[in-house]
T-cell receptor, first 114, second 116 residues
Framework: GAVVSQHPSRVICKSGTSVKIECRSL??????MFWYRQFPKQSLMLMAT?????????EQGVEKDKFLINHASLTLSTLTVTSAHPEDSSFYIC??????????FGSGTRLTVV | QQQVKQSPQSLIVQKGGISIINCAYE??????FPWYQQFPGKGPALLIA?????SEKKEGRFTISFNKSAKQFSLHIMDSQPGDSATYFC???????????????FGKGTHLIIQP
């Protein structure tokens, strides 16, 4: 089956620094990738949608200058959290689309900002 | 505006029993209704999904029932096992439509505990 690899699984960074999270589709090409954020004991919230070779589309309330998304190839999308602060600590999950309604999720990245 | 309303928030079921989780949606344009299972510290995994042209879909112990007129769909887990203890989310495509696939809007989740 389709596999999406997300790296790193856990990261701790100091406040004010930037962190990059990678999302790779291992055995299929993903024209569309999605980034979600999940706070403890809460649901997943869609942050942004990225299509290969074009700018990402951000959901309302998500700061595009803070959460930089690059989707440079059909198998790789990256999320960079810039100038991270403790309130950015969360579980970030990517998802890759195999078609209009085929979604495969990565295993998530636990970000802790200290 | 909550587009997908899920209930109950938590559920305790005895081993071997039937677990039932419900979801209601608002947008009649939605045409894909998946259920996801998530274990702590992991990403969600697709359990089963349905399109609105059928009223029921069964895969092993998992069944989706879909009621288009009521704008509701539910997940039934038959012969529930302790290994089914997890958080379950219903979802539907988000309102955004920029071509290609749409992101998913998730329900708030149901924490299911199967007691041995």
């Amino acid at each position: 089956g389709a596999v999406v690899s997300q790296h790193p699984s856990r990261v701790i960074c100091k406040s004010g620094t930037s962190v990059k999270i990678e999302c790779r589709s291992l055995d299929f090409q993903a024209t569309t990738m999605f980034w979600y954020r999940q706070f403890p004991k809460q649901s997943l919230m869609l942050m942004a949608t990225s299509n290969e070779g074009s700018k990402a589309t951000y959901e309302q309330g998500v700061e595009k200058d803070k959460f930089l998304i690059n989707h440079a190839s059909l198998t790789l999308s990256t999320l960079t959290v810039t100038s991270a602060h403790p309130e950015d600590s969360s579980f970030y999950i990517c998802s890759a689309s195999q078609g209009v309604y085929g979604y495969t999720f990565g295993s998530g990245t636990r970000l802790t900002v200290v | 505006q909550q587009q997908v309303k899920q209930s109950p928030q938590s559920l305790i079921v005895q081993k071997g029993g039937i677990s039932i989780i419900n979801c209601a949606y608002e947008n009649t344009a939605f045409d894909y209704f998946p259920w996801y299972q998530q274990f702590p510290g992991k990403g969600p995994a697709l359990l089963i999904a349905i399109r609105p042209d059928v009223s029921e879909k069964k895969e092993g112990r998992f069944t989706i029932s879909f009621n288009k007129s009521a704008k509701q769909f539910s997940l039934h887990i038959m012969d529930s096992q302790p290994g089914d203890s997890a958080t379950y989310f219903c979802a539907a495509p988000s309102m955004y439509s920029g071509g290609g696939a749409d992101g998913l809007t998730f329900g708030k989740g149901t924490h299911l505990i199967i007691q041995p």
